[in-house]
């Protein structure tokens, strides 16, 4: 069931029409590739994904990783995915021709990545991760490091993971307390323990590289003494063979969903043999990682935002395919039964679905645009496309991830019994999705993360820059009768976020901390509703474009669906952001009075 698993029509217009993303040939860094070249690596990841990646979709979700005598086995086709994706340039794609990578656009690279996260999200994150690590390095390493590590990772001989989390101190990393103790021969002992490691340990490499914070020994408390270091789980010794580097897999965790990649618990020095070398200066660990988790964490939004689309196209054929019901009208019981797309309903929770989706994808590449402009430019401008990235990663993350599941969760419901049924994939993809809020960062931290920081940060330079992005969509929609009025409304949301958020700073500036933090997610929620209303207000832009300059007769339907897709996001996604904006202005502190004891229900 259901071969589509994005819409290739949909990424086309996003790449050509909204983002425009043959200008970026225009820079140094770019100009060596070209239309025809993004569009081969688009067919390709395609074929990847048809041919790689789905086919074990399911078989991965049945047959999960195993903790066997200390080591853990994965499903066979993560050696050959590995494989592919490390020939392919896959791996290596955004990285510098001079170490061996395509210098790819990170708008061109989102496309492979979301067809791969698509067809089989469990699969895609071992690439994906070992991309991230080998980035680091990159950007931070030696060039002893760069040379040693990195070629074999781009080969996907070696997975690259990130250790962040331990058990005593879960997202609150100023607690960690693996330490580094400094041996003197260019490396230090580490003994500590991480958990929730994805891909942390499989004998689908030769090796496993983690970048894992730790804290050198009298360093001091809090994120000021965290440094990086390079643990790998097999170590270079004499005559340059490998050797085990007393990093040891505690065992696995068994998870609802996304069950194909191992999420591990390791110990580090359990024989005071383990050797990690620092990448970095000390006490810049976290400054180093935020590189790896900013970008996992747009990840994170991507992976949702591409297993709902792959929920929306499985909804999407079961409805057109699935007879039931006649019109209200009908009066006749003895006529055929209609297709199930037909009924009202069940075009509302598609419209909710695509809405999600097309909205999602449009940020993400927004993004990804982003990322590549602050690598194009110089000076202010270079700025400005950082801080448009910063204010709008937490929001990249959470709104995929949360409305994600309200997707996969209606698209389950178009198919009735049968959905929740693994006959069909919606079932999986509903617990695949669970994650994503989860992952790289819960919603409150993003949340905390969006008002507490990003908001606020270099006097709210950050956020205006926002603002002036939104106005610049709202000027141009105004010039077009038909998106006047939606524009319209985007203005009055924008008024009223600006008034929240001066109201909620003013509370910051009585010392109330507490109070200004205690709803940052409602906050995100309704900043999220926003920035999605403008990147529907944005297609829209150039849908009206599209139709200007005339379009195909056989494109007719894809333009029009998505003016109604934009339509729908206005009347019943945007309203939502009244209630949200209600209650932070009252700002009364519910939350923050709540006692503990107040949930116990004992005699």
Known sequence: MAEQFVGEKNLNFLLYEVFKVEDLLQYPRYADHSREEFDMISDMAMKMGKNLFKPCLSEMDKIQPEYVGGKVKVHPAVKTIMKECGEGGWISALAPVELGGQQLPHTINFIPMLIFAATNYSASVYPMLTSGAAHLIESFGTKEQIDHYIPKMFAGLWQGTMALTEPQAGSSLADISTIAVPAGDGYYNIRGQKLFISAGDHDGVENVVHLALARIKDAPAGVKGISLFIVPKYRAGENGKLVFNDVNCAGIYHKLGYRGAPITQLSFGENDDCRGYLIAQPGKGLFAMFQMMNAARIEVGLGAAAIASAAYYAALEYTRE??????????????????????????????????????????????????DMELVTEGEEKERYNLLLEILTPVAKSYPSEMGILAVSQGLQCLGGYGYCDEFPLEQFYRDVRIHPIHEGTTGIQGMDLLGRKVTMQKGKAFNYFLEELNKTILAATEDS??????????????????????????????????????????????????????????????????????????????????????????????????LFKRLMKADGLTVAMKSEYFQDNA
């Open 322 to 371: 699935r007879p039931q019901g006649r019109p209200i009208t009908a009066k006749d019981p003895t006529t055929p039964q209609i297709p199930i797309i037909e009924h009202a309903d069940i075009k509302r929770m598609l419209l909710f679905q695509r809405a999600v989706v097309e909205g999602s994808l449009s940020l993400l590449m927004q993004c990804s645009l982003y990322s």
């Open 482 to 579: 038909e998106l006047t009025p939606l524009a319209r409304e985007l203005v009055g949301a924008v008024e009223n976020l600006k008034k929240v958020t001066s109201h909620l700073i003013g509370i910051a500036l009585k010392g109330s901390p507490d109070l200004f933090l205690a709803d940052a997610t409602l906050y995100l929620e309704a900043f999220s509703i926003i920035g999605i209303a403008w990147q529907w207000l944005k297609q829209g832009l150039s849908v009206r474009e599209a139709v200007k300059k005339g379009i195909k007769p056989n494109e007719q339907n894809f333009y029009e669906g998505k003016l109604y897709t934009m339509r729908y996001f206005f009347g019943y996604e945007l309203p939502k952001i009244g209630g």
